[in-house]
T-cell receptor, first 113, second 111 residues
Framework: EAQVTQNPRYLITVTGKKLTVTCSQNMNHEYMSWYRQDPGLGLRQIYYSMNVEVTDKGDVPEGYKVSRKEKRNFPLILESPSPNQTSLYFC????????????FGPGTRLTVL | RKEVEQDPGPFNVPEGATVAFNCTYSNSASQSFFWYRQDCRKEPKLLMSVYSSGNEDGRFTAQLNRASQYISLLIRDSKLSDSATYLCVVNIYPGGFKTIFGAGTRLFVKA
């Protein structure tokens, strides 16, 4: 089954404790992206990757890191989480064509205390 | 001003009604356009792509006006199962591509 998986699905952590949210896709997509969704603000793009070793900032990259060492994986790293990073996070992938649609993972609900 | 703006909603309509959603975008580098649907706390899923010639998929019709930088979605004969949040999405290509989502418009269809 074609899918995007994220882990963990739910996470409660404390300020300053480094964490990684994994994202994996089995569709051989070149493009992958991370979003956060907050009430009233909609989804905002954090980082995206056009292919292995190619990443770029979205609209809200501060406080986040990403890496793309393999085509299928695109982990999101929070080196020192803060309460304002409490949010619902989605990973997505697509072929890297201008008209192609994105397939989303199920989301990760992160709470930073 | 937000790069992609949608009707704030919510829209409350009876079953069988026709409902229209509007969306405007501000970045002229915008290259591709979509409507996604999101059910409560679930992942967004593609409803339809939007083309300049307009396109239709069953009860759903999408239109794009590049000159006015305006996108619309029309739902005819609304069903209870159409209740969801509808997201207007724009891809922008400054070399790579960025994706900008509208804040979404919530639709409630009632029996």
């Amino acid at each position: 089954e074609a899918q995007v998986t994220q882990n963990p699905r739910y996470l409660i952590t404390v300020t300053g404790k480094k964490l990684t949210v994994t994202c994996s896709q089995n569709m051989n997509h070149e493009y992958m992206s991370w979003y956060r969704q907050d009430p009233g603000l909609g989804l905002r793009q954090i980082y995206y990757s056009m292919n292995v070793e190619v990443t770029d900032k979205g609209d809200v990259p501060e406080g986040y890191k990403v890496s793309r060492k393999e085509k299928r994986n695109f982990p999101l790293i929070l080196e020192s989480p803060s309460p304002n990073q409490t949010s619902l996070y989605f990973c997505a992938s697509s072929r890297a064509t201008r008209t192609d649609t994105q397939y989303f993972g199920p989301g990760t609900r992160l709470t930073v205390l | 001003r937000k790069e992609v703006e949608q009707d704030p909603g919510p829209f409350n309509v009876p079953e069988g009604a026709t409902v229209a959603f509007n969306c405007t975008y501000s970045n002229s580098a915008s290259q591709s356009f979509f409507w996604y649907r999101q059910d409560c706390r679930k992942e967004p899923k593609l409803l339809m792509s939007v083309y300049s010639s307009g396109n239709e998929d069953g009860r759903f019709t999408a239109q794009l006006n590049r000159a006015s930088q305006y996108i619309s979605l029309l739902i005819r004969d609304s069903k209870l199962s159409d209740s969801a949040t509808y997201l207007c999405v724009v891809n922008i290509y400054p070399g790579g591509f960025k994706t900008i989502f509208g804040a979404g418009t919530r639709l409630f269809v009632k029996a």
